[in-house]
């Protein structure tokens, strides 16, 4: 078991003081907490009646019965579990320029650069941990073990990182802040299924178009005659590698298909409305103005989320197809969200059932933590909603662009497309008895008290034209691939 974050007991139980002080004066009143042992922490920690023995359980997941069309692939990326220990509060989703806008420590794979100030563009020119170069975001709530009286130094100091991550950002930000961008259609998404001995040729032209397209958004910061310094060239470069695709895709008979409108990019001013419809329903919006709340201190910890956090041992990343038809690609920049972590707020109608063991997966997942048999895993599975409404990458709400399939046919709604299902598995190894304690908990909102249902993930599509592509033929083929 790794564990990163180390503490000391007596600032912690300063901080249970004057978070209990706080409740009170803020709620009128204060929750006790029972426990199972003298040493368990009860000011802070999850609630005992929120773990259940998960063999006491009976079976409840049931799959949709896959079709004969149905796209049964499967597309894995390996983005490593957070060793380079990217941890922040922010969400730049949910609350843009919010600095600790989660007031919890979220888990980071995938792009390099995530925090409170992350835009397209910062993403775009973005490191990333994944092996195959997607520059995804991926981003979870983190899990701790709190046993107050069982302390382990092992202390590790992110904060100088951190905030050289965060500067970065915010510099890009600012320079980038009233200047306009670059707004150019998908190709991948308008792509067919592409024919094995075809995919080389593809996946090269793919690539050709972002290289093109990055080359071009660097010159618009400079360009003093946006249209005969970057857009016209750019149209030039894009139609004639687009032609050479419909050439190639339209031999031996096939019908080609006719690229000529996605060859041409738009500039989108500030504050105003993608003229293509792929940012938000409501255009781009500024960083939200906000007090932000209390930064992470030396060892990651916050006011109601402190303990020793657990890396877990494996994240897999897998992208799954529909159980009654192909997929088409998502477009690049694609914001999703898993669950609700403001459930006090906003009820459990966006919440879902995450948590299972190993040995389980296929047979229970629930609303609250298990307690696994000897020697399992502990894990959390996430399910994001799959089916697309073919325009916004983003909503007003975060959900109505992107919403789950029927739960009985696995359809899609009216108007939706369905694209690949993202599923998050983490799995840790978190000793039995801690489980049995209740020791261990989900990094939360203070008002949510570590409710296993608050549970939530958070996904951002980065990914290159050619990367996406190549995942869509992979599950509509029918393969499996990992990379």
């Known amino acids: 078991m790794t564990r990163t974050g180390g503490r000391h007991q007596i600032s912690r139980r300063t901080k249970i003081a004057s978070l209990g002080a706080a409740v009170a004066i803020a709620a009128g009143a204060v929750v006790v907490v029972s426990a199972t042992s ?108 709190d046993t107050a009286d069982e302390e382990e130094e092992n202390e590790v100091d992110v904060a100088a990182q951190q905030e050289q991550e965060q500067q970065a950002a915010a510099d890009a930000n600012a320079r980038k802040k009233g200047k306009p961008r670059l707004v150019c259609p998908d190709v991948a998404s308008k792509l067919d299924e592409v024919p094995d001995e075809l995919q080389p040729q593809v996946d090269q032209a793919l690539g050709e178009v972002d290289q093109v397209t990055e080359e071009a958004e660097k010159k618009l910061e400079t360009a003093r005659q946006v249209d005969a310094e970057v857009v016209n060239p750019l149209l030039e470069k894009r139609k004639a590698i687009l032609d050479r695709m419909t050439i190639a895709l339209g031999r031996d008979g096939r019908q080609p298909i006719d690229f000529g409108a996605l060859s041409r990019c738009s500039v989108q001013a500030p504050g105003q409305p993608s003229p293509i419809g792929d940012g938000s329903e409501n255009g781009d919006k500024p960083p939200v103005e906000a007090n932000p709340g209390d930064e992470p201190d030396e060892n990651n ?58 040995g389980f ?73 801690i489980q049995v304690k209740g020791q261990y908990k989900v990094d939360s909102f203070p008002n949510e008290d570590h409710n296993p249902v608050s549970d939530h993930d958070d996904f951002a599509n980065v990914m290159s034209q050619k990367i996406m592509n190549r995942l869509v033929n992979c599950i509509n083929k029918g393969k499996t691939c990992k990379e």
């Open 38 to 145: 003298g040493d368990q922490a009860s000011a802070d920690g999850a609630d005992i009646s929120n773990f259940v023995d998960i063999t006491t359980v009976q079976p409840n997941v049931k799959p949709v019965k896959k079709q004969g069309n149905a796209s049964k692939g499967t597309f894995t990326v390996d983005c490593g579990v957070n060793e380079n220990e990217h941890f922040n509060g922010d969400n730049f989703i949910a609350a843009p320029g919010v600095e600790n806008g989660a007031e919890h420590l979220h888990d980071y794979v995938g792009n390099l650069s995530t925090n409170a100030n992350s835009t397209n563009e910062s993403l775009q020119a973005a490191g990333t941990t994944c092996k195959n170069g997607d520059k995804s975001t991926y981003f979870w709530p983190v899990i701790r073990i």
């Open 361 to 433: 997966e296929d047979k229970v997942q629930l609303a609250k933590y298990p307690i696994c048999p000897e020697g399992a895993k502990v894990k959390r599975i996430h399910d994001f909603p799959s089916c697309w409404d073919g325009k916004n990458t983003d909503s007003a709400n975060h959900r109505t662009h992107i919403v789950f399939p029927d739960a009985a046919t696995g359809k899609c709604p009216q108007g939706f497309k369905a694209v690949p299902q993202l599923r998050t598995t983490l799995t840790y190894d978190i000793p039995r008895d």
């Open 301 to 358: 910890e916050l006011p109601g989320n402190d303990g020793e956090i657990q890396r877990p041992l494996s994240a897999e990343l897998t992208f799954r197809g529909s159980p009654v038809g192909k997929v088409t690609a998502m477009p690049k920049f694609l914001k999703i969200l898993y669950g609700d972590a403001k459930i006090s707020v906003n009820g459990t109608k966006n919440a879902r059932d995450s948590w299972t063991c190993e």
